[in-house]
C-alpha cells in the first residue's frame, strides 16, 4: 500500500512537471525573442533600449550582450543572435558567407560616436591635426617633441584589430589603411588601454568617448583637441561636438540585423532608430 501511494505521489509530480513545462514552452512561444550581441561600445544603450522597449511590448524579449564587433558578427552568421551592433561596416567576406548561408541581413546607420586620442594627464601636448594623429599611430613620429611635447620616446597603445569594430574603423579611417607602428602594445580591452595610459607619462592610446570621458573626469587620462587641419580649430571632443559633426573623428555605428516573418526584428530596429543611441 505504502507503495503504491508513493508512486502515485511520484506520478503526480510528473504530471504537474510535464504541466508547467507545456506552459513554459507556450508562453515562451506567444513571445518574439530577439538576441542581441556585438559592439561593447553600443551594449549598455541597447540595453536601456531594449528594458524601455519591453516596458511597453510585453510580447517581445530583447536579451543583449557585448563580445565585440566581430564577435557580433560571428553569432549573426551563425544565427544564434538576431541584431549585431557594429562599429564598422559588414566585409564583403562576411556578406559573402551570408549569402552562402542564405541570410538576407539588413543594414542601418544607427548612431555616431567620437574616438578620443587619449594621453597621459602629465603630457604638455593639447591638441593634434589629423595628419599629427597618423603620424603618431603609424610609427612616422617617435618622439614628443616632433608635435610640441618632450623629448620622450612616445609608447604606443592599441586593441586587438582582429576583436574590436573601432580599431577597425580607426585603421581605415584615420590611418588610411595604412598599418600601425610596430611597437604598438596591444591590449586586449579599451578598459587596459586606458590602464596604461593612465600608468605611463609617454603613453598615448585611442578608444570611445563612451570609455575616455569617464576615464578623464576621474583624473586617470586626457582627451587631446583635435585638428581637421592645420588650418582648422582644435575641437574639443564631446557628445555634442560628435552630434554637430565639428569633431572630426568620428565612426557611425550599425546595426546589421535577421529580420524574421512579419518585420518582427525590424520593428524593434525601427524603435531604436527613432528613439536615438544615447551612449552617455
Given at each position: 500500500m505504502r507503495?503504491?501511494?508513493?508512486l502515485t505521489?511520484f506520478?503526480t509530480?510528473?504530471?504537474?512537471?510535464?504541466?508547467i513545462?507545456?506552459?513554459?514552452?507556450?508562453?515562451s512561444?506567444?513571445r518574439?525573442?530577439?538576441?542581441?550581441?556585438?559592439?561593447?561600445?553600443?551594449?549598455?544603450?541597447?540595453?536601456?533600449?531594449?528594458?524601455s522597449?519591453?516596458a511597453s511590448n510585453?510580447?517581445y524579449?530583447?536579451?543583449?550582450s557585448?563580445?565585440?564587433?566581430?564577435?557580433?558578427?560571428?553569432?549573426?552568421?551563425?544565427?544564434s543572435?538576431?541584431?549585431a551592433?557594429?562599429s564598422?561596416?559588414?566585409t564583403?567576406?562576411?556578406m559573402?558567407?551570408?549569402?552562402?548561408?542564405?541570410?538576407?541581413?539588413?543594414?542601418?546607420?544607427?548612431?555616431r560616436?567620437?574616438i578620443?586620442?587619449?594621453?597621459?594627464?602629465k603630457n604638455p601636448?593639447?591638441?593634434l591635426?589629423?595628419d599629427q594623429?597618423?603620424s603618431?599611430?603609424?610609427g612616422?613620429?617617435?618622439?614628443?617633441?616632433?608635435?610640441?611635447?618632450?623629448e620622450t620616446?612616445?609608447?604606443?597603445f592599441?586593441?586587438?584589430l582582429?576583436?574590436?569594430?573601432?580599431a577597425?574603423?580607426?585603421?581605415?579611417?584615420?590611418?588610411?589603411?595604412d598599418?600601425i607602428?610596430?611597437?604598438?602594445?596591444?591590449?586586449?580591452?579599451?578598459d587596459h588601454?586606458?590602464r596604461?595610459?593612465?600608468?605611463?607619462?609617454?603613453?598615448?592610446?585611442?578608444c570611445?568617448?563612451v570609455?575616455?570621458?569617464p576615464?578623464?573626469?576621474?583624473g586617470?587620462i586626457?582627451?587631446?583637441?583635435i585638428?581637421k587641419?592645420e588650418?582648422?580649430?582644435?575641437?574639443?571632443?564631446?557628445?555634442?561636438?560628435?552630434?554637430d559633426?565639428s569633431y572630426?573623428?568620428?565612426?557611425p555605428?550599425?546595426?546589421?540585423?535577421?529580420?524574421?516573418p512579419?518585420?518582427?526584428v525590424?520593428?524593434f530596429v525601427?524603435?531604436?532608430?527613432?528613439e536615438?543611441?544615447?551612449?552617455?
Amino acid at each position: 500500500m505504502r507503495k503504491r501511494s508513493a508512486l502515485t505521489g511520484f506520478l503526480t509530480v510528473l504530471v504537474l512537471i510535464a504541466v508547467i513545462v507545456s506552459t513554459s514552452d507556450a508562453q515562451s512561444a506567444d513571445r518574439t525573442i530577439i538576441r542581441v550581441k556585438g559592439s561593447n561600445v553600443m551594449a549598455a544603450a541597447v540595453d536601456r533600449l531594449a528594458k524601455s522597449f519591453m516596458a511597453s511590448n510585453p510580447d517581445y524579449m530583447v536579451v543583449v550582450s557585448g563580445g565585440g564587433t566581430q564577435a557580433g558578427f560571428n553569432a549573426l552568421l551563425k544565427g544564434s543572435c538576431e541584431i549585431a551592433p557594429a562599429s564598422r561596416k559588414i566585409t564583403p567576406f562576411e556578406m559573402d558567407l551570408a549569402a552562402q548561408r542564405r541570410l538576407r541581413i539588413g543594414e542601418r546607420l544607427i548612431g555616431r560616436e567620437g574616438i578620443g586620442i587619449i594621453v597621459n594627464p602629465k603630457n604638455p601636448v593639447k591638441s593634434l591635426t589629423m595628419d599629427q594623429v597618423r603620424s603618431i599611430f603609424t610609427g612616422k613620429y617617435s618622439v614628443w617633441s616632433q608635435v610640441g611635447g618632450p623629448e620622450t620616446l612616445i609608447i604606443l597603445f592599441s586593441t586587438k584589430l582582429e576583436r574590436s569594430g573601432t580599431a577597425v574603423y580607426f585603421k581605415s579611417f584615420c590611418l588610411k589603411g595604412d598599418k600601425i607602428g610596430v611597437d604598438t602594445n596591444t591590449k586586449y580591452y579599451f578598459d587596459h588601454v586606458i590602464r596604461e595610459v593612465a600608468q605611463t607619462d609617454e603613453a598615448v592610446g585611442y578608444c570611445p568617448l563612451v570609455k575616455a570621458i569617464p576615464a578623464e573626469e576621474a583624473g586617470k587620462i586626457r582627451i587631446l583637441s583635435i585638428k581637421k587641419d592645420e588650418e582648422s580649430p582644435a575641437v574639443v571632443p564631446t557628445p555634442a561636438t560628435v552630434e554637430d559633426r565639428s569633431y572630426p573623428l568620428i565612426m557611425p555605428l550599425y546595426f546589421y540585423y535577421i529580420d524574421r516573418p512579419g518585420g518582427k526584428v525590424a520593428r524593434f530596429v525601427d524603435y531604436c532608430a527613432r528613439e536615438g543611441l544615447k551612449l552617455y
